[in-house]
């Protein structure tokens, strides 16, 4: 990418690379149940953790990538992420048993965190405030267009050559993306502005991160509402299927629910800088408290199994609350960030994904084919955050200060 390159071209290359983190678990949902077929599934493993350890392998790259970012330059550390996701991809595809299906996508989540927080780097290294926002939400709107289309696009190519054959796709868009990044991004960290790759220096700045009462706050709220998505992505294929018998049409209520998200995003694009991320993330709570309330009333009322329609739009509900979150919350966190963007951004990542993934395998243990426990995650989750995110606006929102 050339200092000519236009700004639709960065959005459009910032929201391919996060865009698989998404691919890489919307893709392979139509999946699971062949998995479990063909390599079979015994307690304490399920195809459920075929996602929630995907997440947790996210959380521990972020640990190691983000500060590779600062120490090397984004575009290395995101290149060295995408090699890690090849390998993960490749045990994954040749494994003959859940157990390596699992540590494959273990690595894959590992290597996506690259393009994961150094996307994220590299915009909050060009936009600050309520400008950054704005950006990482049309970044989303855009990406948005992955889940609505994997799942369908996956079960015509699962149809025709095997699960295995995602992992297929996987590898080649790995390829693709990398040589698009290598060929048109230019690094967005100057050398004079690194910070060296020391165990101590990380453990200082981290802790000055982390001693930040907003960051960590905003960590914590980030979570729960990514662990109330995971707790439906980890779900929804068992749930239709059990409470209403839905199995090859799947991707298309999946691909309408996604729908809520970009709709959310798009118009959080245009309304942030009017009325300021912070309260449109208190609209997204309060949304999302809301849509899991009014969910779980329902599905009491029809024992767990509430009409279709009616839970298409209680779900529509809530994952538009949650698409009105996702830019907001990213944009408040790395607010008070400087120069240790990407330290900050790895510590983010990383114990949000944490925090989601403990969330959404608790809370999948109790999963029975009825939708109490989606109901009781979006409600958990949004009442929690927006307590949280109160708790942090009272923080100081002073950049942190990087030791070199």
């Not at 479990?36 to 996210?58: C, K, R, Y």
């Not at 950006?135 to 295995?164: C, D, E, K, N």
């Not at 944009?331 to 989601?356: E, F, K, N, P």
């Not at 009781?376 to 950049?399: M, N, T």
């Amino acid at each position: 990418m050339t200092s000519s390159t236009s700004f639709r071209e960065r959005i459009a290359l910032y929201a391919c690379l996060t865009s698989l983190t998404s691919i890489s678990i919307d893709a392979l949902l139509p999946g699971l149940r062949q998995i479990g077929a063909d390599v079979g599934a015994a307690p304490p493993l399920s195809t459920q953790h075929v996602i929630s350890l995907f997440i947790l392998g996210m959380a521990c790259g972020e640990l190691l990538l983000g500060p590779l970012s600062d120490a090397l330059g984004r575009k290395k550390a995101l290149v060295l992420g995408l090699c890690v996701y090849a390998l993960g991809t490749v045990i994954a595809m040749t494994a003959g048993s859940l157990e390596m299906v699992i540590l494959g996508r273990f690595v894959q989540g590992i290597g996506v965190s690259g393009p994961k927080i150094a996307t994220r780097a590299m915009i909050r290294d060009q936009f600050e405030g309520d400008a950054m926002a704005r950006v990482m939400s049309l970044m989303f709107t855009l990406f948005i267009l992955v889940p609505m289309l994997a799942p369908a696009l996956a079960q015509g190519i699962i149809a025709v050559g095997g699960w295995r054959s995602v992992f297929v796709v996987y590898l080649g868009l790995a390829g693709l993306l990398g040589l698009w990044l290598v060929m048109r991004q230019p690094e967005t960290l100057p050398p004079a502005k690194r910070i060296p790759f020391r165990p101590r220096l990380l453990v200082l700045n981290g802790w000055r991160i982390l001693s930040n009462r907003r960051v960590t706050l905003l960590i914590v709220a980030t979570g729960l509402v990514f662990g109330a998505q995971l707790v439906y992505l980890s779900t929804a294929a068992d749930l239709f299927y059990d409470a209403y018998g839905i199995a090859e049409t799947f991707p298309f209520y999946f691909a309408a629910l996604a729908t809520g998200i970009g709709l959310a995003s798009f118009l959080n694009a245009k309304l942030v800088q009017r009325f300021g991320s912070d309260t449109m993330a208190r609209c997204g709570f309060a949304g999302l408290a809301m849509a899991g309330l009014a969910m779980l009333a329902v599905s009491a009322f029809w024992g767990g199994r509430p009409p279709l329609p009616v839970l298409m739009v209680l779900a529509f509900s809530a994952f538009f609350a949650i698409g009105v979150l996702f830019g907001n919350l990213n944009a408040m966190a790395m607010r008070s960030l400087g120069q240790v963007a990407g330290l900050g951004a790895s510590l983010i990542a990383s114990g949000s994904s944490l925090i989601a993934t403990l969330f959404a395998i608790t809370l999948g243990a109790f999963y029975d084919g009825t939708t109490f426990t989606l109901s009781a995650g979006f409600l958990v989750a949004g009442i929690s955050a927006l307590v949280l995110a109160e708790l942090a606006a009272r923080g100081d929102a002073a950049p942190v200060e990087a030791l070199r």
